[in-house]
């Protein structure tokens, strides 16, 4: 049965601008826009004055939208008025783009596999998320009309043009538009058009519910490209708002977990190195599919409330996306690999090309040049949301400052502005203090993590009782200025237990690795963004010791903390050099079922949080592990 579009949501986004960041939150975004997401226009010709989606004649598909759709959120979260000014280029020419018919955008004329660009829906779907955004932090009031009329164009055009190939596997971020749009207008015929999308998008619903692709895959299918599958995770979710059916929920969680056991991956993700790929810790993942499916998880959570997409989100946020940027945010690879002894021009045994993992402007494709700068910002800007009954629920406590309408009945209205400090996910202690326009009773839902045993709360000193529930705990009171919060989610450290009884490393959100020295060699040198090839300058093949101890050591926490040399906690523990863990194929190879460690020295070994270590090794050989499975102590 149709209904409103917001009627099938648990919680609500708050809009962009509502929540900026603190602490080393905004120092991570600060970097960002003083490196490739700041300057990428100056010196990449892709998204420069020549792109197609500023007027010119160059690139005129997904790479423009895909830059503004992290430049944009990136400016506005920093109130930088330069970033702001270069926003607002995309923006103006795309609203003025726009034809009689409802159309906009450039005229591309290239084909790819037999589909007319001009006809290609995904671009657009990539603009018109820009568009909401904008719409948002800004209150332009020509973006309603503006998406309306586009709204009204596809729906007289897309049966007689269908989604195809990329848009018909990435519908899903139509679906999100339209919803938006609709909770703006009400207007029925984007009903309409949202079961034509979803039912021309590819049935991502059936996909995750029966899930076939349990092996690594190695033919090309548009069901099994990382990124699509990244993206597409959230699929049932756009359905769901129109269904309730709670069959796309369950497509959701049976999916997560076909991935994670197929092709899962210690740093949150799940392979690709172009396709699904397995489980092996030095297959790659790319980029694009990190950003893609924390914005998956973020809309997950937006739908359906539950904790568990708030905790892939946090892992995925602090390990996999780090990682794969250098801690200047000069460079960034396509692909990453949990165990990266090495990033050179090289065969792997994937479907990439041979310089997929080095650092650089452009490594492979582009695409992840341009997309990669829409995962810190996007997840500021879900880091809080509302619980749609006059509440608020914290979706994350990394650093920032939130401030929404609170209250319900005769009490809405009331303006509460919270500020969240202590720089988790480095510390375990939360801090939020409030500020309210008046007395207020509302809610405040607070995320309970998976991996916590006993987290506490404390209310201006006074201890309260959590009764968790989907993963969220929420506190119902008449809150006032001055009120302070206390959560404290004390963090364990514990060896899981991989494939051939390896084990990865992991305390509270992040996962710990073995830093590799890193020596960074010169491959492209060019006016400011640099290709770099990285070799080991120390030993990899260590293996950790079955029942081991860790102890854990704090620093403080600088401003770039993602940087193995100034890691702001440290894991201490003891190893041995392996003899038996070979290389293959340019990586290093799988982790020895019962390494050979005989007559190695007991080694002292200092694991850092795996975002900071560009070379490191993420899943250890045990050794001295038992016959049957079990995890490290």
Request: aromatic share 10%; hydrophobic share 40%.
């Amino acid at each position: 049965m149709t209904t409103t579009a917001t009627t099938y949501t648990a919680f609500e986004a708050l809009p962009l601008g509502a929540i900026k960041p603190r602490e080393w939150l905004r120092d991570q975004l600060r970097i960002q826009a003083d490196g490739l997401t700041g300057h990428l226009d100056e010196h990449w010709a892709d998204v420069g004055d020549d792109n197609g989606w500023l007027g010119g004649k160059g690139e005129s598909w997904e790479r423009g939208p895909y830059y503004v759709d992290g430049l944009l959120p990136l400016a506005y979260l920093l109130e930088d008025e330069r970033l702001i000014a270069k926003a607002q280029r995309w923006i103006e020419w795309s609203l003025a783009s726009q034809r009689e018919d409802g159309s906009f955008g450039p005229q591309m004329k290239e084909r790819a596999s037999g589909v007319d660009k001009n006809h290609d829906w995904w671009p657009y779907m990539i603009m018109l998320k820009v568009m909401t955004q904008y719409a948002e932090v800004s209150e332009d009031t020509r973006v309603v009309p503006f998406m309306t009329s586009f709204f009204r164009y596809a729906h007289k055009t897309i049966e007689n043009q269908p989604l195809l190939e990329w848009a018909e596997a990435r519908g899903m971020e139509m679906l999100l538009s339209i919803h938006w749009l609709h909770r703006k207008t009400q207007d029925a015929f984007l009903l309409e058009l949202a079961e034509i999308v979803a039912g021309q998008t590819t049935g991502w619903t059936e996909v995750f519910h029966d899930f076939p692709f349990w092996r690594k895959v190695e033919q090309w299918d548009l069901k099994t490209h990382v990124v699509n599958v990244a993206m597409g995770i959230k699929a049932p979710g756009a359905r769901y708002e129109l269904t309730g059916d709670e069959r796309e929920k369950e497509a959701v969680h049976r999916g997560i977990d076909s991935l994670m056991t197929y092709h899962g991956q210690a740093h949150g993700m799940f392979s690709g190195d172009e396709w699904l790929s397995g489980t092996h810790p030095s297959q790659g993942v790319e980029l694009c599919a990190v950003v893609e499916y924390m914005f998956s998880m973020e809309q997950l959570t937006r739908v359906f409330g539950e904790g568990r997409f708030g905790d892939i989100l946090e892992k995925v946020a602090f390990n996999a996306l780090p990682a794969a940027v250098s801690g200047d945010w000069m460079s960034h690879q396509y692909d990453q690999q949990v165990n990266q002894m090495m990033c050179n021009v090289a065969p792997r045994a994937w479907s990439n090309d041979a310089d997929a993992n080095v650092f650089g402007l452009e490594p492979h494709f582009g695409c992840c040049t341009a997309n990669m700068h829409q995962g810190w910002p996007k997840f500021v800007s879900h880091l809080w949301m509302t619980d749609r009954a006059g509440g608020l629920a914290a979706v994350s406590y990394a650093p920032c400052t939130v401030r929404a309408e609170v209250g319900a009945g005769a009490q809405r209205g009331a303006i509460a502005e919270i500020e969240v400090s202590g720089n988790y996910p480095f510390r375990e202690s939360v801090a939020m203090s409030l500020k309210l326009t008046c007395p207020v009773a509302f809610g405040i839902s607070l995320r309970i993590p998976a991996w916590c045993a006993n987290p506490t709360l404390t209310v201006n000193g006074e201890r309260i009782e959590l009764e968790v529930k989907d993963g969220y705990a929420t506190v119902t009171r008449r809150w006032e200025s001055g009120d302070r919060l206390t959560l404290s989610l004390p963090m364990t450290v514990k060896a899981v237990q991989r494939n051939l009884y390896a084990a990865s490393v992991e305390r509270g959100p992040l996962v710990y690795a073995l830093p590799v020295q890193e020596n960074w060699q010169l491959l492209a040198k060019r006016e400011k963004f640099h290709d770099w090839e990285i070799y080991p300058g120390s030993p990899w093949k260590y293996g950790l010791i079955a029942g081991g101890e860790f102890a854990v050591e704090m620093s403080e926490v600088p401003y770039q903390p993602f940087l193995a040399g100034q890691s702001p906690v440290r894991l201490k523990t003891k190893g041995q050099l392996i003899r038996d863990w070979r290389m293959e194929g340019n990586s290093a190879g799988t982790p020895p079922l019962h390494p050979d460690a005989e007559g190695q020295p007991i080694a002292d070994l200092e694991l850092v949080p795996y975002g900071g270590a560009k070379l490191r090794i993420g899943e250890f050989p045990v050794i001295g592990h038992p016959l049957e499975p079990r995890r490290l102590k």
